[in-house]
């Protein structure tokens, strides 16, 4: 089957099988590798990109759902005037280990802090729960995220000792 | 008046060391530009995929490959009939595991066969198609099943160590168990015998998945040139040797390159799914790339579960007398790094303590289950916990707080932590100290509330043998060719900084690379906590002769003044006349072009052996603050704190961060993380049912603390960290729920463990 959709603000159209998950299209087909492959069941949020500004996990979607709709990647969003404070906070924060969950995390929080979602520290913490990172134990990120929201990172965890 | 001449301006170099930089590697992270092995093709590549093992213990009666080579796209099965032309067995530790099985399979998970295909699907696809008759044989899935004396034997040939087990002489197996450590000082029995104190329980630590967020990943190309891969190696030199040694190569012609690391933790130190590509590669004669899938990869490798039996002696005012430990660590069907695990957990055991007696006995029992190998603080995670709930008892028992009992017993600086090993390096009692007061031990605390500390001492360092380049390109930029793994740790901006600091420059003009075997030079490992302390001292090193260089440049420039000359900004400075390092580079070799080229090494001073280390103790310190709902067993963190005992912080804010990375991780292995086995089968193979900690699992205040008192081997007087953390916090945490009335002697504090253990302790005091 043939599938249409807005990748990264480019119209795209390539031939598909039915059964093919829009991470594999978007890994194998687009070259897209920001997205990363790692837990399978939408729990680890490593996969996420967005679609119609909504963060989905790329591993349990079909490519085929995305068809007339607008796809958005760390490639995409590394091309937009939102970039330069997510990459500026995530650097001073040093919210960046390994670099796995990262480009995921950046999407999520690019989003979220887009829908509002993110009012205030203990939001954040919620709204990042549905992204796992193994290396930094989280507090980084969530400053990070607190920072790009434009929100006080108390009453979250104390910074320093 | 009199007119002081003007003094000449002296430099100061900008310092490099023990400010936070920003992570070298953020920005290409961030971005999504890093590569992964699984984000990586070479031309021509095929696919692989491997059939695993449905029996826990099984013979292979016979494998059909027929209709899986029939299968369009398909361009070769692997199994065992492949390998006749070579000794397919492989371990680091015990040279005890077929590339792919041979006659028999020893757990469930175990590669049968694998095949090579022009795409993923079709591979998977012809996976299911061959067809494997298996015949039960009987298990032993679990350390008791295995100890038993008519336990069926995991293995039955003779062992035969491997490359890299670093523990000497390797005993012969004896049952199920391959390794044995121990040791014997003072008159225990007699200690215990006299004692006015003594506690002593039986433990339980559970099997325990790394969840590296990148699985194990490898592309292996075979040609004339011998074997090139690209892989997910924290020991890329280990694994060229054995793989070097499994296919009767030079190794000059096994070539590894290791890109960036979705995180390791221990789970992609040695060998792992290598061998196993480079023979399907070889079969297919094209490059293959195998990317596991998690539930691939916890059967790949994982945390031992031990079972440890306790007993601990102290006189009437708290004073520890004696220790005698017996450990029994699940190493699974293939010894991977269980050896090692084993003697490490052994060390761990007595804690950083002055005993008049201590024993221990530690075994490395196969079973048939998914072999177990390094995860971060292994041994120590494995035990701190067992003793720092003894050490808590005795306190109670003798009246005195946990602090206290501490001071009285810890090892101070210089004191022998083993016989014939390197003497304690760290001040323990001033740590704890730190780490209560961060925690606010004193602070008043509410009902169900309970307050936990721990110290102990892990072997860090594993072999000291690093090695490293740095060039001084034309340009006055720096590269730093060292054979550490980045797999999040941020030790390409610790050597920046190591670099950049010995040279006279900013760390944001230095370069590191990732690790290629034909090009890099040797490391050992990444692991241990070694790199800082170990590769950070070889490119300090190295470093220096290109300052040497630099400063022998210069002095013909300035003949007279040789020793007012600095490094600083990039140039060399005789009072405010100045020349930058592209200057000095064309003055040496005359035209523009040429490089400045410095070597550093470590090796052993000693002969290297495992008794003589360790390289420095990591100190593995933790408090926690916990809230235990007594109707439900749930457990709250409320506070944690730990001490990174560093010696000296090169980049203080990536120190935090390791510590809160090991802090998280001892909070899901503390409280819910447990691979559970039923007939040697992983019944919680995904992350539904595997949890790992998520944002909402933070403590609602944590804190790290950073020590720097320079008494670290490393460069600048620092050492490792990232680990001790991790083993701190465990046991905190275990502390913390005793001290809220729940001792538990099973990890991990699930609420229906916990709350079991409340009705059981109810009855008992009834």
């Given amino acids: 089957m043939e599938l249409s959709a807005v990748v990264n603000g480019r119209p795209t159209r390539l031939g598909i099988e039915p059964q093919e998950l829009l991470l594999d299209v978007l890994r194998d087909r687009l070259g897209l590798t920001g997205a990363k492959r790692s837990c399978d069941v939408q729990v680890c949020g490593a996969c996420t990109v967005l679609v119609d500004g909504a963060p989905v996990s790329a591993c349990t979607t079909l490519a085929a759902d995305v068809a007339g709709r607008e796809v958005l990647t760390i490639e995409g969003l590394r091309q937009t005037d939102a970039w330069p404070a997510i990459e500026d906070a995530f650097e001073r924060h040093a919210a960046v280990q390994c670099g796995f969950c990262t480009p995921g995390m950046a999407l999520t929080i690019h989003a979220l802090v887009a829908d509002g979602d993110m009012t205030d520290a203990r939001a954040v913490q919620r709204c990042l729960s549905g992204n796992l990172c193994r290396c930094t134990g989280y507090r980084g990120i969530l400053e990070a995220a607190a920072e790009i929201a434009g929100v006080a990172t108390e009453p979250g965890p104390v910074h320093g000792g | ?766």
């Avoid at chain 2, 696919?47 to 369009?72: E, F, I, T, Y």
């Avoid at chain 2, 602090?403 to 740590?431: H, S």
């Avoid at chain 2, 605390?445 to 072999?463: C, E, K, N, T, Y």
């Avoid at chain 2, 945490?733 to 916990?754: I, K, N, Q, S, Y």
């Fill in chain 2, 1 to 766: 008046m009199t007119i002081e001449a003007p003094r000449r301006p002296v430099r100061t170099p900008a310092p490099q060391v023990g400010r936070s930089m920003r992570r070298v590697d953020a920005g290409e992270k961030l971005r999504g530009e890093a590569r992964f092995v699984g984000d990586m093709q070479v031309p021509a590549m095929l696919h692989g995929k491997v059939l695993r093992s449905p029996a826990a213990h099984a013979r292979v009666v016979s494998v059909d490959v027929s209709a899986a080579l029939a299968m369009p796209g398909v361009v070769t099965v692997l199994t065992g009939e492949d390998l006749l032309d070579i000794d397919p067995y492989w371990g680091h530790a015990i040279q005890d595991r077929p590339i792919v099985a041979i006659d028999r399979v020893r757990f469930a998970g175990e590669p049968v066969a694998a095949v090579a295909a022009e795409d993923e699907a079709t591979a998977e696809a012809a996976v299911a198609a061959i067809v494997v008759e298996y015949e039960d044989l009987p298990i032993a899935g679990t350390i008791e099943e295995a100890l038993a004396p008519d336990a069926p034997l995991v293995h039955d040939g003779p062992l035969r160590p491997g490359l890299f087990h670093g523990l000497g002489t390797l005993p012969e197996r004896d049952g199920n168990v391959c390794y044995r450590y121990g040791f014997e000082r003072g008159e225990v029995d007699a200690l215990f015998a006299d004692a006015a104190i003594v506690v002593e329980g039986d433990y339980e630590f559970p099997g325990v998945y790394q969840y590296a967020m990148e699985t194990h990943s490898v592309i292996a190309q075979w040609d004339t040139d011998g074997v090139t891969m690209w892989a997910t190696c924290q020991h890329p030199f280990l694994v060229r040797a054995e793989i070097a040694a499994l296919f009767d190569l030079p190794l000059g012609k096994v070539r590894i390159v290791v890109p960036y690391l979705g995180g390791g933790f221990g789970s992609k130190s040695y060998t792992k799914m290598e061998p196993i590509t480079v023979a399907l590669a070889r079969k297919a004669g094209r490059p293959v790339r195998i990317v596991n899938r998690v539930s691939e990869s916890m059967v790949t490798t994982r945390r031992h579960g031990a079972r440890i039996h306790m007993r601990t002696a102290a006189d009437a005012e708290g004073r520890l007398l004696a220790r005698d430990t017996t450990i029994s660590f699940d190493t699974g069907a293939y010894a991977d790094n269980g050896p090692r695990v084993t003697a490490t957990g052994g060390d761990a055991a007595p804690g950083p303590y002055r005993w008049s007696g201590v024993r221990v006995d530690a075994l490395c029992v196969y079973t048939n289950t998914a072999p177990s190998g390094s995860y971060r603080a292994f041994g120590a995670s494995h035990v701190q916990w067992v003793g720092e709930m003894q050490v808590d008892e005795v306190a109670q028992r003798a009246g005195i707080d946990a602090v206290e009992v501490r001071r009285r017993n810890l090892l101070r600086p210089g004191e022998q932590v083993r016989p014939g090993g390197k003497p304690l390096d760290a001040d323990l009692i001033g740590d704890i100290e730190k780490v209560a007061a961060a925690l606010g031990w004193d602070d008043p605390r509410g009902p169900d509330i309970g307050r936990g500390l721990s110290v102990g001492l892990l072997a860090a360092g594993a072999h000291p043998v690093s090695s490293a380049v740095v060039r001084l390109e034309a340009d006055g930029e720096a590269i730093v060719l060292v054979g550490s793994t980045e797999m999040g740790q941020g030790q390409r901006t610790a050597f920046a900084q190591i670099a950049a600091e010995v040279l006279g420059m900013d760390a944001e003009r230095v370069r590191c690379m990732g690790t290629d075997t034909r090009f890099t030079p040797y490391d050992r490992s990444t692991g241990a906590s070694r790199s800082t302390t170990l590769a950070g001292l070889a490119v300090q090193r190295a470093a220096q002769e290109v300052r040497d260089d630099l400063l022998a440049i210069a002095a013909r420039i300035w003949p007279d003044q040789e020793h007012e000359i600095v490094l600083a900004e990039g140039a060399a400075w005789c009072g405010d006349e100045r020349r930058t390092y592209p200057e000095l580079i064309a003055k040496r070799f005359g035209l523009s072009g040429g490089q400045l080229i410095g070597e550093g090494g470590v090796h052993p001073e000693g002969t290297g052996s495992y008794a003589e280390g360790p390289v420095f103790w990591e100190v593995c310190i933790g408090a926690a603050e916990v809230r235990v709902d007594r109707a439900t067993g749930a457990v709250k963190v409320t506070r944690t704190a730990t001490v990174a005992d560093v010696g000296r912080a090169i980049n203080p804010q990536l120190v935090e961060r390791q510590d809160e990375g090991a802090t998280m991780q001892g909070i899901g292995n503390a409280l819910f993380e447990e691979m559970v086995f039923e007939q040697g089968l992983l019944v919680n193979d995904d992350l539904l049912e595997y949890r790992i900690p998520n944002t909402q699992d933070l403590p609602e205040r944590s804190t790290c603390v950073i020590v720097e008192n320079g008494d670290g081997p490393g460069p600048f007087g620092a050492k490792g960290c990232g680990e001790g953390a991790f083993a701190g916090i465990i046991a905190a945490l275990a502390t913390a729920v005793a001290d809220a009335g729940v001792p538990m002697h099973a990890l991990p504090l699930t609420p229906e463990r916990v709350w079991r253990r409340i009705q059981e302790l109810e009855k008992e005091s009834a």
